[in-house]
């Protein structure tokens, strides 16, 4: 399709087109779930696309039928077809029910330590029906991969998210997962520039300082963002971050010097750049709802993602080229990327139809989500980076006492799942049909949930335990406060010889952890995922079924 010559579209209508906004999937406003990370009602986001002329929407959840109608929706409003992003670092399942969800990332640097040409034919795989899943349900904007070097393992923030712990690894995953995913009409990011992967503090709350030398940087950092542009990544997201190296002023995400100096110029990139959320606490808590968006233009970026208010957001920046601080030049050079981008994804677009190839967001492509091919390849992963110890399988009749095994009859035996976890009520991966449930239940187990506000955990002396831990990083959870309170637990439950078996579902580090506490008989499993193919999975190793 062609798109109208820029000069035919006013300063605002421009600057409106650099703006993604946040929206919900569901498609009633009693719906909506997150309005203080920028869902709005219906009324107010059809003003936002159809009269500011926003060029593109970001969302978090829901299920997928929901979310192709809403896309259909949205894109009806639209004068241009809109930009549609997800953070589906996982696949479209991690966040719309109805998708393959795969396990984490960091899932293949695990099976690339023993096997690295398979993690890498993993990677690709990935990526490839991801993008396919992806325009199934009308997302065309792909916030992944994740291309930090996750070397810290306290990293509350990025963690499991990244492919690995070394740059070399990180760049052949990263690149494999953006060759899997170029067969298919959908942008690709790269992120979260110049690097987030050693860090301590999780920039949705506040600003992570990274204390590197150039050295440093160019040996860890940027590596797997030069192998993601040499892939064709299709667009960069900067971090929020402080990084006095290169900037010992600007946050990366504000900072000319890294935006443009270092990643347009000296690492050549030509894609889009875009910001990581401007609602977040890093940007938001320290510049204004104006302020922010016009100095992320002026450091380089093209896409304002998610600015505190987008109406405050396009007259800022509108006001900036008027006022000389930003050149009309520059805001044309970033709506000519956006165009390029969008010519990329649409081949026709007449204000209410709109079709992309190979898959378009008709309900015959739902059909298409998690095929049997595309849930092997997600199961695969899971069990090729599945971690066991001690004496598998478990027999439900059998538990330690004092350090002994005890064996009494099935009736006798009172057992307890304890299922630890961040939040009870707000998961996407727990219910009373999933299988971390429903197999204890049947081999007699007695469920218990807990997380990190339950009181005191009393278990009566003749209870044996099965312990499932379902802790790992995300953005937003404000550090993994369940863990002190799973390992006071585990060690209760070691002291009273009453662990019967462990289940961690997550994070390596966890395991790394907690792993070293236990007798050598105790059997322990440890899987990268946490949906119900993996608790399946892992709980299958656990007793042998």
Same mark, same amino acid.
């Given at each position: 399709?062609?798109?109208?010559?820029?000069?035919?579209?006013?300063?605002?209508?421009?600057?409106?087109?650099?703006?993604?906004? $946040?929206?919900?999937?569901?498609?009633?406003?009693?719906?909506?779930?997150?309005?203080?990370?920028?869902?709005?009602?219906?009324?107010?986001?059809?003003?936002?696309?159809?009269?500011?002329?926003?060029?593109?929407?970001?969302?978090?959840?829901?299920?997928?039928?929901?979310?192709?109608? $809403?896309? =259909?929706?949205?894109?009806?409003?639209?004068?241009?077809?809109?930009?549609?992003?997800?953070?589906?670092?996982?696949?479209?399942?991690?966040?719309?029910?109805?998708?393959?969800?795969?396990?984490?990332?960091?899932?293949?640097?695990?099976?690339?330590?023993?096997?690295?040409?398979?993690?890498?034919?993993?990677?690709?795989?990935?990526?490839?029906?991801?993008?396919?899943?992806?325009?199934?349900?009308?997302?065309?904007?792909?916030?992944?991969?994740?291309?930090?070097?996750?070397?810290?393992?306290?990293?509350?923030?990025?963690?499991?998210?990244?492919?690995?712990?070394?740059?070399?690894?990180?760049?052949?995953?990263?690149?494999?997962?953006?060759?899997?995913?170029?067969?298919? +009409?959908?942008?690709?990011?790269?992120?979260?520039?110049?690097?987030?992967?050693?860090?301590? #503090?999780?920039?949705?709350?506040?600003?992570?300082?990274?204390?590197?030398?150039?050295? +440093?940087?160019?040996?860890?950092?940027?590596?797997?963002?030069?192998?993601?542009?040499?892939?064709?990544?299709?667009?960069?997201?900067?971090?929020?971050?402080?990084?006095?190296?290169?900037?010992?002023?600007?946050?990366?995400?504000?900072?000319?010097?890294?935006?443009?100096?270092?990643?347009?110029?000296?690492?050549?990139?030509?894609?889009?750049?875009?910001?990581?959320?401007?609602?977040?606490?890093?940007?938001?808590?320290?510049?204004?709802?104006?302020?922010?968006?016009?100095?992320?233009?002026?450091?380089?970026?093209?896409?304002?993602?998610?600015?505190?208010?987008?109406?405050?957001?396009?007259?800022?920046?509108?006001?900036?080229?008027?006022s000389g601080l930003i050149s009309a030049e520059r805001i044309k050079a970033?709506?000519?990327?956006?165009? +390029?981008?969008?010519?990329?994804?649409?081949?026709?677009?007449?204000?209410?139809?709109?079709?992309?190839?190979?898959?378009?967001?008709?309900?015959?492509?739902?059909?298409?989500?998690?095929?049997?091919?595309?849930?092997?390849?997600?199961?695969?992963?899971?069990?090729?980076?599945?971690?066991? =110890?001690?004496?598998?399988?478990?027999?439900?009749?059998?538990?330690?006492?004092?350090?002994?095994?005890?064996?009494?009859?099935? =009736?006798?035996t009172a057992g307890k799942n304890i299922i630890a976890l961040e939040e009870i009520l707000d998961t996407t991966f727990?219910?009373?049909?999933?299988?971390?449930?429903?197999?204890?239940?049947?081999?007699?187990?007695?469920?218990?949930?807990?997380?990190?506000?339950?009181?005191?955990?009393?278990?009566?002396?003749?209870?044996? #335990?099965?312990?499932?831990?379902?802790?790992?990083?995300?953005?937003?959870?404000?550090?993994?406060?369940?863990?002190?309170?799973?390992?006071?637990?585990? !060690?209760?439950?070691?002291?009273?010889?009453?662990?019967?078996?462990?289940?961690?579902?997550?994070?390596?580090?966890?395991?790394?952890?907690?792993?070293?506490?236990?007798?050598? !008989?105790?059997?322990?499993?440890?899987?990268?995922?946490?949906?119900?193919?993996?608790?399946?999975?892992?709980?299958?190793?656990?007793?042998?079924?």
């Amino acid at each position: 399709m062609q798109f109208p010559d820029l000069d035919k579209l006013t300063l605002a209508q421009q600057v409106a087109q650099m703006v993604v906004v $946040r929206a919900s999937s569901h498609l009633f406003d009693h719906q909506i779930q997150y309005p203080e990370f920028g869902e709005c009602d219906q009324a107010t986001l059809k003003h936002w696309i159809s009269d500011l002329g926003v060029g593109g929407v970001i969302f978090w959840g829901g299920n997928a039928g929901e979310l192709s109608l $809403r896309i =259909q929706q949205l894109q009806a409003w639209a004068t241009y077809p809109l930009l549609i992003a997800a953070d589906i670092e996982e696949g479209v399942g991690q966040r719309f029910t109805g998708g393959t969800w795969f396990a984490p990332p960091m899932a293949l640097n695990a099976i690339a330590q023993t096997d690295l040409p398979k993690a890498i034919e993993y990677a690709r795989k990935m990526g490839a029906i991801t993008a396919q899943e992806a325009l199934a349900v009308g997302i065309n904007w792909i916030l992944a991969p994740v291309v930090d070097v996750n070397n810290n393992p306290a990293n509350p923030v990025i963690n499991i998210r990244s492919f690995g712990e070394t740059p070399e690894i990180v760049s052949q995953l990263a690149t494999a997962y953006i060759q899997g995913a170029a067969a298919y +009409r959908v942008l690709t990011c790269a992120k979260h520039f110049p690097g987030h992967g050693d860090t301590g #503090v999780d920039s949705h709350w506040a600003l992570p300082v990274i204390p590197h030398d150039r050295a +440093r940087l160019e040996s860890i950092e940027f590596p797997p963002f030069r192998s993601a542009i040499k892939a064709g990544v299709d667009s960069v997201m900067s971090a929020h971050l402080l990084i006095p190296a290169l900037d010992p002023e600007m946050p990366a995400t504000l900072s000319p010097r890294i935006l443009t100096e270092e990643l347009r110029h000296n690492l050549g990139f030509e894609g889009l750049i875009s910001t990581d959320a401007l609602v977040m606490g890093a940007i938001a808590d320290r510049y204004g709802a104006d302020d922010a968006p016009v100095m992320a233009v002026s450091a380089g970026s093209d896409i304002i993602l998610m600015p505190v208010d987008p109406a405050i957001a396009i007259q800022a920046v509108c006001h900036a080229v008027e006022s000389g601080l930003i050149s009309a030049e520059r805001i044309k050079a970033s709506v000519g990327r956006i165009w +390029r981008s969008k010519q990329k994804l649409f081949q026709e677009w007449d204000g209410v139809r709109l079709t992309q190839s190979p898959v378009n967001s008709q309900p015959a492509a739902l059909m298409t989500l998690a095929q049997p091919a595309s849930r092997a390849v997600a199961a695969g992963m899971l069990q090729d980076s599945i971690v066991t =110890q001690g004496t598998l399988p478990l027999k439900p009749a059998a538990f330690l006492f004092g350090g002994s095994p005890r064996i009494k009859k099935r =009736q006798d035996t009172a057992g307890k799942n304890i299922i630890a976890l961040e939040e009870i009520l707000d998961t996407t991966f727990l219910s009373r049909s999933t299988p971390a449930i429903t197999i204890p239940t049947k081999l007699g187990y007695q469920l218990q949930l807990i997380n990190r506000h339950s009181p005191t955990i009393t278990i009566a002396p003749e209870e044996s #335990v099965i312990l499932q831990l379902f802790i790992r990083t995300s953005p937003f959870s404000g550090g993994l406060g369940i863990t002190s309170v799973a390992k006071k637990l585990l !060690e209760q439950l070691l002291a009273n010889g009453q662990l019967q078996g462990l289940v961690i579902y997550g994070s390596p580090y966890l395991m790394a952890d907690f792993a070293p506490l236990l007798p050598p !008989e105790v059997p322990c499993v440890f899987c990268y995922g946490q949906m119900a193919a993996a608790q399946s999975i892992a709980l299958g190793k656990l007793f042998g079924n």
